[in-house]
């Protein structure tokens, strides 16, 4: 079991800039990928960017080059610099935590946090 705490949402203007914090807690070794998703007001949760303990990262493509994730490993968090917001970014944001494939077959489980709004408006 993987606790997940999100921090740092609030309301942003168009065209700035946030930063969202994640601490995780519990099996910190179950995890392998760590990340964000969101899911904007009426629409599917997306993923938003990963990143596994070796350093791979992988994004959206809506938030390629404006999106940063970035891991504190002996912390156990994982950060989420959001740059040049627009009011399409406005969503609920959602820390996540996933175990290496190969340990999913025994049981482990991706863990989400509660999630931190950000709502981008004027």
């Known amino acids: 079991q993987v606790q997940l705490v999100e921090s740092g949402g609030g309301l942003v203007q168009p065209g700035g800039s946030l930063r969202l914090s994640c601490a995780a807690a519990?099996?910190?070794?179950?995890?392998?990928?760590m990340g964000w998703d969101r899911q904007a007001p009426g629409k599917q949760r997306e993923l938003v960017a990963r990143?596994?303990?070796?350093?791979?990262?992988n994004y959206a493509d809506s938030v390629k080059g404006r999106f940063t994730i970035s891991r504190d490993n002996a912390k156990n968090t994982v950060d989420l610099q959001m740059n040049s917001l627009q009011p399409a970014a406005t969503a609920v944001y959602y820390c996540?935590?996933?175990?290496?494939?190969?340990?999913?077959?025994?049981?482990?489980?991706?863990?989400w946090g509660q999630g931190t709004q950000v709502p981008v408006s004027s």
């Open positions: 996540h935590a996933g175990p290496p494939a190969i340990l999913t077959l025994s049981g482990a489980s991706d863990s």
């Open positions: 990143k596994t303990n070796g350093g791979d990262t």
């Open positions: 519990g099996n910190i070794a179950s995890i392998d990928v």
